[in-house]
C-alpha cells in the first residue's frame, strides 16, 4: 500500500486575515488529491465519472485536525489512503504536510458512500474503482 500524493501551493484566496490557510479550503484541497487520486490511477479525468458513469462519492462524515498552520505560497503535500472499504463505503485518510516536513500539519478521516446520481440511491462499489482502493488500503494493524 502506498498513499496518493499530490502537492498544491497555498494560494493568495485560501489564506484569512492572520495570513494562515482558512479552514474550509482544507477541505477543497482533500477533494482536490481524492479527485486527483481517482484520475490518475483510473486514467480518465474524475469528471467522466460522474458525467458519463453517473457514480457519485458524497461525504457523510468528516473529523479533522489542525496542528500546524499554512501560509499563502508554501506547498502543501496531501496524501490520500483508504482505512477501510465496505459495499458501498469508504472511509479515507487525508494527511497534509508544510512541504517536506514529515509531521502531518492536518489530517481528516472522511466516510463516502458510492451512489448513483440519477436515483442517489447507493451502489455497491465497482470493480474497477475496488481495485484502486484496494491499493491505498492500510494493512489492518
Do not use: C, W
Not at 77 to 86: F, N, P, Q, Y
Amino acid at each position: 500500500m502506498t498513499a496518493f500524493e499530490t502537492t498544491l501551493p497555498v494560494r493568495f484566496g485560501q489564506v484569512d486575515y492572520a495570513g494562515i490557510m482558512f479552514y474550509p479550503r482544507f477541505f477543497e484541497n482533500f477533494h482536490a488529491v481524492f479527485e486527483d487520486m481517482f484520475s490518475e490511477k483510473l486514467g480518465v479525468p474524475y469528471m467522466s465519472i460522474l458525467k458519463d458513469r453517473r457514480i457519485g462519492f458524497p461525504t457523510v462524515q468528516i473529523e479533522t485536525q489542525f496542528k500546524k498552520p499554512f501560509r499563502f505560497g508554501e506547498p502543501m503535500r496531501l496524501a490520500i489512503d483508504v482505512l477501510k472499504i465496505g459495499n458501498s463505503s469508504i472511509r479515507f485518510r487525508y494527511r497534509a504536510f508544510n512541504g517536506s516536513d514529515t509531521e502531518v500539519s492536518a489530517s481528516a478521516e472522511a466516510t463516502v458512500v458510492v451512489i448513483d446520481l440519477d436515483s442517489f440511491e447507493t451502489l455497491k462499489i465497482p470493480a474497477d474503482i475496488l481495485a484502486v482502493l484496494e491499493e491505498l488500503r492500510v494493512p489492518a494493524s
